[in-house]
């Protein structure tokens, strides 16, 4: 089992990134919660990380927090939720976020995120309920470094809408919809999903 795994920032196109652990290049799917505070390529980063293993594939998902990894965890733990789900789920809102509409039981909230249905958000709810007061995430903030800029940051975050779930049509919607075109790619992605959240 990995659980963490600490190296040089070699590659970012979300949601995958590359990080080199003594010359071995390890490729990991992460969230856009930890996308967004990634550092600049070529600088040590330090992961907590989910391997697993099945017939057709090795998956390794990293974090930069271990809430953001028992949050995954608990995610796909549930009958029906994959790894493509809790990742687009931890991508769709702070993990603060979804801890409290996991609480209110809040599903119309859920369903906003792509993949999330209303059997899939009720099942979500129903598992997590008995789980919420046991939860005992640390406060661990992250500090925001800018990462490098990407050639094409609007293809990127369009790509990385694309990878979340959503159609291809309403990740440039969403893109497209963005007034400050220069920004970079992470912010691109942010802002999309929260324009997305409230469509």
């Known amino acids: 089992m990995i659980g963490r795994i600490r190296g040089l920032l070699i590659e970012k196109a979300p949601p995958w990134i590359l990080v080199d652990v003594m010359g071995v290049g390890y490729q990991l799917q992460v969230p856009m919660s930890t996308f967004y505070y990634l550092p600049m390529t070529e600088q040590e980063i330090i992961l ?12 390794l998902y990293g974090f930069l927090t271990k809430e953001e990894c028992r949050l995954f965890q608990d995610f796909i733990k549930i009958n029906g939720i994959g790894a493509k789900a809790a ?13 409290a509409t996991i609480s ?37 903030l992250l500090s925001s470094n800018s990462g490098d800029e990407l050639v094409s940051p609007i293809h990127q975050a369009i790509q990385a809408l694309v990878a979340l779930g959503y159609k291809n ?31």
């Not at 999330?116 to 099942?123: C, D």
């Open 48 to 59: 907590h990380t989910h391997f697993i293993v099945r017939e057709d594939a090795q998956s």
């Open 87 to 99: 990742l687009a789920l931890l991508s769709g809102m702070t993990t603060q976020d979804l801890k």
């Open 104 to 140: 209110r039981a809040d599903i119309d909230n859920l369903q906003k995120i792509p993949g999330i249905g209303p059997k899939t958000a009720q099942r979500i709810i129903v598992e997590l309920q008995d789980k919420k007061n046991k939860w005992q995430y640390g406060s661990d």
């Open 169 to 199: 049509k309403d990740a440039e919607s969403a893109v497209n919809k963005i007034k400050d075109k220069s920004l970079a790619c992470e912010d691109m992605i942010k802002v999309a999903l929260q324009g997305l959240a409230r469509a």
